[in-house]
């Protein structure tokens, strides 16, 4: 089981970043998906979560701004951010288990997540 994320980077407030994270040697199909941030000193906070039928909650920080979605394809989750603001600067995980859940302690094994940094 190995998720990858990406597309991170620095974005002017007001601006947009697509994340990906893309799975190997499983399917996302049958998992539900959730996207977390991290900023330094404080601990890993859920924002998005989709579930194994494709209903998705945002947390209220994000929602409106923050699309959660599937590409069965590509085996990839994205979260599509617009509207971003200074305090969305986070390192961006994502990860996957059996059943939906918004909580990061309900998962395991965090790879190295992707920088989002906005300016003001």
């Known amino acids: 089981v190995h998720l990858v994320e990406s597309g991170g980077g620095l974005v002017r407030a007001g601006g947009s970043l697509r994340l990906s994270c893309a799975a190997s040697?499983?399917?996302?199909?049958?998992?539900?998906v959730g996207w977390f941030r991290q900023v330094p000193g404080n601990g890993r906070l859920g924002i998005s979560c989709?579930?194994?039928?494709?209903?998705?909650y945002h947390a209220d920080s994000v929602r409106g701004r923050f699309t959660i979605s599937r590409d069965y394809d590509r085996n990839t989750v994205y979260l599509q951010m617009n509207r971003l603001k200074p305090e969305d600067t986070a390192v961006y995980y994502c990860?996957?288990?059996?059943?939906?859940?918004?909580?990061?302690?309900?998962?395991?094994?965090w790879g190295q997540g992707t920088q989002v940094t906005v300016s003001s």
């Open positions: 990860n996957a288990r059996a059943r939906y859940s918004i909580s990061p302690e309900d998962y395991d094994f």
């Open positions: 989709i579930s194994s039928d494709d209903s998705a």
């Open positions: 040697g499983f399917t996302l199909d049958t998992y539900a």
